[in-house]
């Protein structure tokens, strides 16, 4: 215990240990229960459109699996199916963009940056078009196997010059991620969330461009989340303050630029240093991106990437890779144990119990049957 | 590589001596056929939804090509599948394909590549049909760790490629043809590949460079459906016309009624039998004048890769489904009833499927 900081309120003082009870209590205090919402991007692109008369939506045979067709039946002239055939699409974008429109490419992330990656480097990326790539199922959140998983995506765009990477964390990201997407003079790939997406932060709060989000302080260890890792990380926050660690919880959705400053003055204060968690490889995404600018600053400070850890995956149900491949809250936890030096004695149940407590079991049935049944 | 010394020119595909079709199977594709189906929605509504109309369309194509035109020997792989041993890699020496329920590699028996590996569901149940699974291997079939994937991948029953991101086995598979002609190996190499396909241009890069290489050992059989996720074809992208596009890329083609086993399995057959191009074969266009000499001689028919083009209805044998066109690509149940009509469909099988 000598490690740690001094005790904040969650903290059981005597044992540093609190029973589950008071894990749920130190849960609720942070949280409401969180709202599902169906289908977000379906409602907000017909919305977004309304007020974007040159905005137009280019779709390659995955109009509906990327709810784009909401869009389509209500601006059918201002929709260009391609057919499956991304890197094609992708050159018809460009040129639509040299002439004053705005494409929205709909298809999955998988789709945009591996098919058509040259296309996107030279027809778009360099000219610094303002074609908006709306990326779906980004990493393992399909059950459709390796070939629809994109789990480098990130690494490949960062990689390329002009383009900006934003990563849609919940309903309230979905929803105002196209409008930061437009401000922007060039290039925007967008891991976008689709079906029945949990609203974690208020909808009166959208999401910034380059601006993480603080979702708690603390001075033991710096989590550092994207994407639907968040709502992972959540549940992990509360286990960890339950058992008296002072956490600091940051929330990114710019992934490129990566200039956040907030970000490495958390890390610095974390005692124990920071874990990131991603739902990409380890290599080249939310992780490198920090340990570059620790590199970079002289940040002496540990730092535990969660992630795929350079392989591929398969095709299994989202919770079942989340754990396989250890981008849930349990893999948090130990990655925690790690850097504090001493084991927490959070175990599964306890944490479920936490993660029940954000999804009531209802919803769990819900999402477990949209899993299923959802276009690939 | 313990390739054979190679011989310029060599035709192996042309030399090899007439074949016996496969051996001779109690199994007829009209059986098979329909036990496909019926297996494949049971499984649909077993997971609550999935790719049935492929069931429908392609349940013929693929019994003939296993029934009456792929020489394969006897699976080699277990009748339960394997779970998943994880992916490959230097570290991993438990990685394996699914293409042992193909039977074993010898020089003069075919290969099998599955493109369009959505209908995943539609081979496994062809595989049980056929006793190359077990009967419970569809207990695994899209659950957690399992490899009988509802998208199958290269570990997954009677897949060797990973092919997913469609239209790119064709390509692998012309590279696998090419490696068993400079072997000299007799066996050929058959794919599978949907409609939807014939949109990305890699496999008009692919015809480019079957046609150019001479590929000959190589047959494509495609289940023209018409049908993609969005719809019709013809509103979302047309191919067509797809068979003079494809004699224009220098293949032989054939079109026939995708549900008619003896259309499907007559062009491969005429093959095998080294009649060559057989009917329906369509040389291309020669002048009367004779080509000009740094061209090269008109590849000989069987130097061209064969293909058939099926036409099919997607939903053939379920006439259920019909109520859902256009959009038949994923069968998502809209309300209760609609499962119930599908749960009915299925408890009274024998009836439908005699129609
Ligand atoms: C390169 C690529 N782009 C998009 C997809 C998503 N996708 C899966 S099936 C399909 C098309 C379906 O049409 P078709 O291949 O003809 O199959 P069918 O409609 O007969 O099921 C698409 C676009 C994919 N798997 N690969």
Redesign the pocket.
């Known amino acids: 215990m000598k490690a740690r900081s001094q005790p904040t309120e969650e903290r059981q003082v005597e044992s540093g240990r609190a029973p589950r009870q008071s894990m749920l209590q130190a849960f609720r205090q942070d949280h409401h229960m969180i709202e599902l919402v169906t289908r977000p991007h379906r409602s907000n692109l017909i919305r977004f459109a309304a007020e974007h008369p040159d905005l137009l939506v280019l779709g390659?045979?995955?109009t509906a699996s990327c709810e784009a067709d909401g869009f389509r039946d209500q601006y059918p002239e201002r929709f260009f199916s391609f057919g499956?055939a991304?890197q094609n699409m992708l050159g018809f974008a460009a040129g639509l963009a040299r002439e004053g429109f705005f494409p929205y490419i709909h298809?999955?992330s998988v789709?945009i940056t591996r098919?058509p990656f040259d296309q996107l480097a030279m027809s778009i990326a360099y000219p610094n078009l303002p074609v908006r790539m709306i990326g779906f199922l980004p990493g393992i959140t399909t059950p459709g196997g390796v070939?629809h998983q994109a789990i480098d995506d990130i690494a490949l765009l960062r990689a390329v010059p002009n383009m900006t990477i934003l990563e849609a964390g919940d309903a309230t990201e979905v929803e105002s991620v196209l409008a930061v997407a437009q401000t922007i003079d060039g290039p925007v790939y967008v891991r976008q969330l689709r079906g029945e997406v949990p609203r974690l932060f208020p909808a009166d709060q959208p999401l910034r461009l380059g601006q993480a989000r603080h979702l708690g302080q603390g001075t033991d260890l710096a989590i550092i989340s994207a994407g639907i890792c968040t709502e992972e990380a959540i549940n992990a926050v509360a286990a960890l303050r339950s058992r008296g660690v002072s956490v600091s919880h940051l929330h990114v959705s710019t992934l490129k630029p990566f200039d956040d400053p907030q970000l490495l003055e958390q890390i610095a204060k974390a005692r124990h240093g920071a874990i990131s968690i991603e739902n990409h490889s380890i290599i080249g995404g939310l992780g490198s991106a920090i340990a570059e600018q620790l590199a970079e600053q002289g940040i002496g400070k540990r730092l535990i990437r969660l992630g795929l850890r350079d392989t591929y995956a398969h095709g299994a149900s989202k919770p079942y890779l989340m754990r396989e491949y250890g981008l849930d809250a349990a893999a948090l936890i130990r990655a925690a144990e790690t850097l504090i030096g001493e084991s927490l004695q959070i175990d599964d149940i306890a944490l479920a119990k936490i993660a029940a407590n954000i999804r009531t079991e209802a919803q769990g049935e819900t999402l477990a049957k949209a899993d299923k049944t959802e276009d690939? | 590589m313990n390739a054979q010394p190679l011989q310029t020119g060599q035709q192996a595909t042309s030399a090899q001596p007439p074949s016996p079709s496969p051996s001779p199977s109690p199994l007829t594709v009209e059986a098979v056929a329909a036990g496909i189906r019926r297996r494949v929605l049971e499984h649909t509504l077993r997971n609550n939804g999935g790719?049935l109309s492929?069931a429908c369309?392609s349940a013929e194509i693929l019994a003939t090509l296993y029934l009456r035109v792929m020489r394969l020997g006897p699976s080699i792989a277990p009748l339960i599948p394997r779970a998943f041993a994880g992916v490959p890699s230097r570290d991993n020496p438990n990685a394996f394909t699914g293409a042992g329920y193909n039977g074993p590699r010898a020089s003069e028996l075919d290969r099998f590549i599955f493109s369009?590996v959505?209908?995943a569901l539609v081979l496994y149940a062809l595989l049980i049909e056929l006793g190359r699974l077990g009967p419970d291997a569809l207990e695994a079939f899209n659950t957690d760790g399992s490899t009988v994937e509802l998208i199958g991948a290269e570990h997954s029953p009677g897949h060797e490629l990973t092919a997913?991101?469609?239209?790119q086995a064709l390509s692998q598979a012309g590279g696998i043809a090419l490696a068993r002609r400079l072997r000299g190996e007799t066996g050929r190499v058959w794919v599978f590949m949907?409609?939807?396909?014939f949109q990305?241009g890699q496999t008009w890069e692919a015809f480019a460079a079957l046609a150019h290489h001479r590929i000959g050992n190589l047959g494509v059989y495609i289940?023209a459906?018409a049908?993609?996720?969005d719809g019709p074809m013809t509103d979302v992208m047309t191919i067509e016309p797809l068979a003079d596009r494809l004699r224009a890329f220098g293949a032989e083609v054939h079109e026939v009624d995708g549900h008619d086993s003896e259309a499907l399995a007559a062009p491969a057959l005429a093959r095998l039998s080294g009649s060559g191009a057989g009917t329906g074969a369509t040389p291309r266009a020669v002048t009367a004048t004779a080509p000009t000499p740094q061209h090269q001689a008109e590849p000989a028919p069987t130097d061209r890769p064969l293909v058939v083009i099926a036409r099919t209805d997607p939903c053939r044998g379920i006439e259920l489904l019909r109520e859902r066109a256009p959009k038949l690509?994923y069968l998502r149940f809209k309300t209760p009833a609609e499962q119930d009509a599908y749960e009915d469909l299925l408890e009274h099988w024998q009836d439908s499927s005699s129609q």
């Not at chain 2, 997913?164 to 239209?167: F, I, K, M, Q, Y």
């Not at chain 2, 949907?194 to 396909?197: A, I, N, R, W």
């Open positions: 390659a045979d995955l499956m991304e298809t999955f789709f098919r070939t690939l | 790719y492929q369309s369009p959505h209908y997913g991101s469609l239209g949907s409609d939807g396909e990305e289940d459906n049908q993609q996720c690509h």
